[in-house]
C-alpha cells in the first residue's frame, strides 16, 4: 500500500500557502462544485413552500422527439465528441485573477481530440440517442434541449440557448471550456438553470454565434437516474440575492418569490457496459461514452484515498490495433510523475462509495479494447 499521507493537504492550507500556486483543473472543478453544492444546499433548507411552480413567465413547450437521418447523426457526433466542435489545447501556464484581487499562475493540462468515425459511432450509440426537442423561455432567452445519451453512469445533453441581441446569462469561451466549463453570469441573469444532476457544460465556440450558443453539458449519474432540466426564477438578478447574508430577511422575501419549473428530459435504452477487473477483483464498468473505476480494489489505496481522485493518476484504454486513449494522467508528489498533465475527460466525478467516474471526450469503440490501465495496475474483459 502506498503511503501518500505526507502529500495531503486541504483546500484551506493550500489557499493560504504563500508564493506562486498551480493549480489543476482538477483542484479548480472541485472547489467549483464544493462552492455550488453549497449554494444548492443553502437554497434548498432555506427555500419556501410558497414558490410557485410552473410559472406564467418560464414557458415549456416539449415537442415529440423527431426522426434524425444519419447523416444529422454524423454532424451530432462529430460537434459532441470530434474535432468539428472541439480543438486540440496544448498543456501551457496563465496567469489569472484570483477573485481577491489577486493573480494566480494556473498550469492548464493537455487536451486532445479524435475526429470522429460516424459510422462507427452510429454503431456504438446511434440507437440510444433520444431528440426530445423541449423548449424553455425565460426572460427573452430560449433554451432548446435538442439531443441525449446516457449509459449506466453517465450522460451527454446537447442544448442551445438563443437570446435576441446575445445570450448574456453565461459565462463562456475557450478558456472556460478549458479551465471548468461555462456557468451562470450571475450578474447579469435573473434566472438559474441545471441539467440534472449537474456536471461540465462545454460552448461550441466554433459553431455558435453571438446570439445563440450550441452547448453541450457532459454528467455522471447517481442513485437519481432521471436527467432532468430545472429553471428557478428570482425577482432580482442572481448576484444581488446571493450576496445576501444567510440571516437577512430581505433573502428570504426573495425566495418566496422564486418561480421554479422541472420536467424530465426523455432518454432511449442505456449505451451497451462491459466490464473489466483486475486481479483482485476490482472492477471497471465501461461504455463507450465513460467508464466508472472501483477504486477500492486492487490499487493499494486506503479508504480516505481511494475516495479522492488525486490519486487516480493514470487512466489508459489500450486497444487491440496497438494504439491506446490516455484518459487522464497528472503528476503525484512522490507517485507518479509525467512530462506533462493530459485531461481527456469532459467531467470527472468521485462518488462517496469510492467510484471514480469519467465522461469521455470521444466515443470509445468497447469491442476493440485489449486492457485498461489504472495507476499501475492492469484490467482485462470479466469472463
Not at 142 to 155: F, L, P
Not at 246 to 266: L, M, Y
Not at 270 to 290: A, F, Q, R
Request: hydrophobic share 30%.
Amino acid at each position: 500500500m502506498r503511503n501518500l499521507e505526507q502529500y495531503d493537504i486541504s483546500l484551506e492550507e493550500f489557499d493560504s500557502l504563500d508564493g506562486t500556486h498551480v493549480f489543476s483543473k482538477k483542484y479548480n472543478d472541485n472547489k467549483k462544485k464544493m462552492l455550488r453544492e453549497y449554494r444548492k444546499n443553502i437554497w434548498k433548507e432555506r427555500q419556501k413552500t410558497t414558490a410557485k411552480i410552473a410559472a406564467a413567465c418560464v414557458v415549456i413547450l416539449v415537442v415529440a422527439p423527431v426522426a434524425v437521418n444519419a447523416a444529422t447523426n454524423g454532424e451530432l457526433f462529430s460537434r459532441i465528441w470530434g474535432t468539428s466542435g472541439h480543438k486540440n489545447v496544448p498543456a501551457h501556464d496563465e496567469v489569472i485573477d484570483d477573485g481577491k484581487g489577486g493573480k494566480l499562475d494556473v498550469t492548464y493540462p493537455e487536451r486532445t481530440f479524435e475526429n470522429t468515425d460516424t459510422k462507427k459511432a452510429e454503431e456504438l450509440i446511434g440507437k440510444a440517442v433520444s431528440y426530445p426537442d423541449i423548449t424553455t423561455s425565460v426572460d427573452g432567452t430560449t433554451i432548446t434541449i435538442v439531443s441525449a445519451v446516457r449509459d449506466k453512469n453517465a450522460a451527454v445533453v446537447e442544448f442551445t440557448m438563443e437570446k435576441k441581441g446575445g445570450v448574456d446569462v453565461l459565462n463562456y469561451g475557450e478558456k472556460e471550456n478549458e479551465l471548468k466549463g461555462a456557468w451562470i453570469a450571475e450578474d447579469k441573469s435573473t434566472f438559474r438553470f441545471d441539467v440534472l444532476p449537474g456536471g461540465n457544460i462545454y460552448v461550441d465556440v466554433a459553431n455558435s454565434t453571438h446570439e445563440k450558443l450550441y452547448c453541450y453539458d457532459y454528467m455522471t449519474l447517481n442513485e437519481e437516474k432521471n436527467i432532468k432540466l430545472k429553471i428557478d426564477k428570482f425577482p432580482c438578478k442572481l448576484s444581488e440575492y446571493y450576496k445576501l447574508d444567510i440571516n437577512d430577511q430581505k433573502r428570504d422575501e426573495i425566495e418566496s418569490e422564486v418561480e421554479t419549473s422541472t420536467i424530465t428530459i426523455p432518454c432511449r435504452d442505456e449505451v451497451e457496459s462491459v466490464t473489466y477487473e483486475n486481479h483482485d477483483g476490482g472492477k471497471v464498468e465501461i461504455s463507450p461514452l465513460s467508464m466508472s473505476i472501483d477504486m477500492k480494489s486492487g490499487l493499494g489505496l486506503d479508504e480516505i484515498q481511494s475516495k479522492d481522485p488525486l490519486y487516480c493518476y493514470y487512466v489508459c484504454i489500450n486497444y487491440k490495433d496497438g494504439t491506446k486513449y490516455v484518459v487522464d494522467e497528472h503528476n503525484v508528489n512522490g507517485c507518479h510523475s509525467c512530462d506533462v498533465d493530459i485531461d481527456n475527460t469532459e467531467y470527472l466525478c468521485e462518488t462517496i462509495d469510492g467510484k471514480n467516474k469519467l465522461v469521455f471526450n470521444r466515443l470509445v469503440d468497447i469491442n476493440n479494447i485489449e486492457s485498461i490501465i489504472v495507476n499501475e495496475t492492469t484490467y482485462t474483459l470479466s469472463k
